[in-house]
């Protein structure tokens, strides 16, 4: 009897055991955590406000398994449909630009593997700040841009190699003939920043870390790495220019020209809408401009189907463009051609007009998104060759996007620029310049009393004038029996004044101030040997 007892006794305790374990394993599977929590209760209007989400849970795919959707309703009752991404470890993000004042709410939904880990709201308020918004296609003019503040934005581009060790972003060569040669990212963009350049290019697998091994799978470490990337280049003052795909070289060979036409390309269609689900979500913030490709050629059908998909997603609905550009496509919105020449100095001027009506013709804004020379990064005139490119871009509403180089290339086709302490000198005097030109002006004829020696561009708005003169007939000889006409507008009110002034491109420096009337002026043009700029303003 006592054996039989102790048998019975054994038993139970193993079923109650077993027991116990089948408990502690099913508590153990459905004791996923999710914890949630946001970057400030106040947030600076156009500022960054991101919700975290720490979730505990074992995922084949981070990037995939989970996901959150999140509502954002502004003040005026708007919404915003904004995807989260997985950003490290057990953390999960939310990145959203508030662009009106006052109290925004929101609510979320969170998934694992398509079960709903968690659902909640909030709020926060978003304040008055000094930033200027997203950069927006100017309305009355389709070639310009301006900052949702209505403020004119008017690009010089910049574009470099850009590498990692893991998550750490890699020096970049900033001048093979100057020290120091190698800077951190942070002093690149400063550097760079402080001459001017207002859009920086960046595109994965151009030059460029990867930012994923396949469609499939992201790289963890290189997208932290672009985070900082982006947020240094926008504290720096920067605007964005981010391509998705790059060249591409994962989804066929560089060379072969993309098709989703078939079915059985359905399946890398969709890897590719994921992922940039993924760009968008986690770097929307930072971007004003979608690039699809780099130097690649696609058909009509994928263009347009990345292309509505991006629009599908962004929150934001930033212009689209592609490389190789198609202006001719309805839903691309900006022509980003690429343009290496190392043309005669001379004529650099009449090159860049001559390209410009070119690429104005599909009445669309023109983002130059690679500039640079031929056959050579450096030349002893290339860096006056930028300068005369430059001004005259910014007065045929054309932008440049330079390809930086900053040790010795050469390349019979596409050279890259050297950007040293001259030409980053010539940036600056350019934007201050561009400073005084409000978002209205427009082109206009400048009539130059010896267009057989100096062409001459003008742009004019209600209250401001400006006209650059280029002496192409030779760049040894001063020249100074030159006359130019052009109507001069209003003062911005009765009692201003108007005042004229002669500014050597080259400097900043003026050389000449005088007063002058509104209507229609002659004016006699400063000696000058190579170029020269004219601003009329009100004081």
């Not at 991404?85 to 929101?106: C, H, Q, S």
């Not at 030059?207 to 994923?212: P, V």
């Amino acid at each position: 009897m006592g054996n039989k007892s102790t048998r019975k006794s054994f038993i139970f305790t193993c079923v109650v055991l077993s027991y116990m374990l089948m408990m502690l394993s099913c508590a153990s599977r459905h004791a996923l955590v999710v914890e949630e929590y946001h970057s400030a209760p106040t947030i600076p209007r156009y500022d960054i406000f991101e919700l975290f989400f720490e979730h505990n849970g074992t995922y084949e795919n981070n990037f995939d398994d989970v996901a959150i959707n999140v509502v954002f309703t502004s003040p005026s009752g708007i919404q915003y449909d904004v995807k989260g991404f997985y950003y490290a470890d057990d953390l999960w993000k939310v990145r959203f630009r508030p662009d009106e004042i006052g109290r925004w709410t929101y609510v979320y939904a969170m998934t694992g593997k398509g079960e709903l880990l968690k659902r909640g709201d909030g709020f926060f308020e978003c304040t008055i700040s000094g930033y200027e918004g997203p950069v927006l296609r100017n309305p009355e003019n389709p070639y310009r841009f301006v900052f949702a503040s209505g403020k004119p934005y008017y690009p010089v581009g910049l574009q470099d190699c850009f590498y990692a060790d893991g998550s750490r972003l890699l020096d970049i060569p900033l001048d093979e003939l100057h020290e120091p040669k190698l800077v951190s990212a942070d002093k690149f963009l400063f550097i760079y920043g402080q001459a001017g350049f207002n859009l920086l290019r960046f595109s994965q697998k151009n030059c460029s870390y990867d930012l994923y091994d396949d469609l499939a799978h992201f790289r963890e470490d290189k997208s932290i790495a672009t985070d900082y990337l982006l947020s240094s280049a926008r504290r720096q003052g920067f605007r964005i220019m981010f391509g998705f795909f790059g060249f591409h070289d994962t989804r066929l060979n560089v060379w072969e020209e993309l098709n989703v036409i078939t079915a059985d390309d359905h399946e890398t269609v969709d890897k590719e809408k994921r992922f940039i689900d993924y760009c968008i979500a986690r770097w929307g913030v930072y971007v004003d401009f979608w690039e699809l490709l780099n130097e690649r050629d696609a058909t009509d059908e994928w263009t347009t189907v990345m292309a509505d998909h991006v629009r599908s997603v962004d929150p934001y609905q930033k212009p689209i463009s592609t490389s190789w550009e198609r202006p001719d496509l309805p839903v691309i919105d900006i022509n980003s051609p690429h343009w290496y020449e190392s043309e005669n100095i001379l004529q650099s001027d009449f090159r860049v007009q001559q390209l410009a009506a070119l690429w104005k013709k599909s009445g669309k804004p023109v983002i130059v998104s690679e500039q640079g020379n031929s056959g050579s990064n450096w030349d002893p005139l290339s860096g006056e060759r930028m300068r005369i490119r430059t001004w005259t871009a910014l007065f045929q509403e054309t932008s440049f996007v330079f390809w930086h180089t900053g040790i010795v290339y050469k390349n019979d086709e596409a050279a890259n620029i050297y950007i040293g302490p001259e030409e980053r000198g010539y940036i600056r005097v350019l934007q201050n310049f561009s400073s005084k030109l409000d978002s209205e002006v427009r082109m206009v004829p400048v009539e130059v009393s010896s267009p057989d020696r100096v062409r001459a561009y003008g742009l004019e708005s209600n209250s401001v004038a400006a006209a650059y003169l280029h002496h192409f007939e030779d760049h040894d000889s001063l020249i100074n029996d030159i006359k130019i006409t052009l109507d001069i507008p209003s003062a911005d009110n009765a009692n201003d004044e108007l005042i004229l002034e002669w500014i050597d491109p080259s400097t900043g420096n003026v050389l000449s101030s005088v007063y002058v009337q509104s209507g229609l002026q002659t004016l006699d043009v400063p000696a000058f040997s190579i170029d020269l700029a004219l601003l009329i303003t009100s004081l």
